[in-house]
């Protein structure tokens, strides 16, 4: 084979396997979420920073990083969401009410709604 053709086959399947590993993330990311929200812990953080991320022109994300208490230990979590009106307005300092597992605290998710539904 040409060195072109190889390269360009090269290019594909590693475009493939990107692909197929952030349709992999997501996934395994909404079971995380689901299971969360099941479990109705809640509890409120404090936001610790708040970035405007850009994927590409349309996509557009808040990174949070935030701190929170659970019987009295304090954990430290990041979580991403859609830059929707309520995200794009935090900023570190403001408050978010979280989603937890009390079996092990230190996994949370910012809730986007009630936990436990």
């Given amino acids: 084979m040409k060195p072109k053709v190889v390269l360009i086959w090269v290019a594909a399947v590693?475009?493939?396997?990107?692909?197929?590993?952030?349709?992999?993330i997501?996934?395994?990311n909404a079971r995380r979420?689901?299971?969360?929200?099941?479990?109705?812990?809640?509890v409120t953080a404090t936001v610790?920073?708040?970035?405007?991320?850009?994927?590409?022109?349309?996509?557009?994300?808040?990174?949070?990083?935030?701190r929170y208490l659970v019987n009295g230990q304090s954990f430290w979590g990041e979580d991403s969401k859609d830059a929707?009106?309520?995200f794009r307005q935090l900023a570190a300092g403001k408050t978010v009410r979280i989603c937890y597992d009390p079996g092990h605290p230190e996994d949370s998710v910012v809730a986007e709604s009630d936990c436990g539904q």
């Fill in 14 to 24: 590693t475009g493939i396997l990107v692909i197929a590993l952030l349709v992999t």
């Fill in 26 to 28: 997501a996934i395994l």
């Fill in 33 to 42: 979420l689901a299971h969360l929200r099941k479990l109705n812990a809640t």
């Fill in 48 to 66: 610790t920073e708040a970035n405007l991320e850009y994927y590409s022109r349309a996509t557009e994300h808040v990174r949070l990083k935030y």
């Fill in 84 to 86: 929707n009106a309520r």
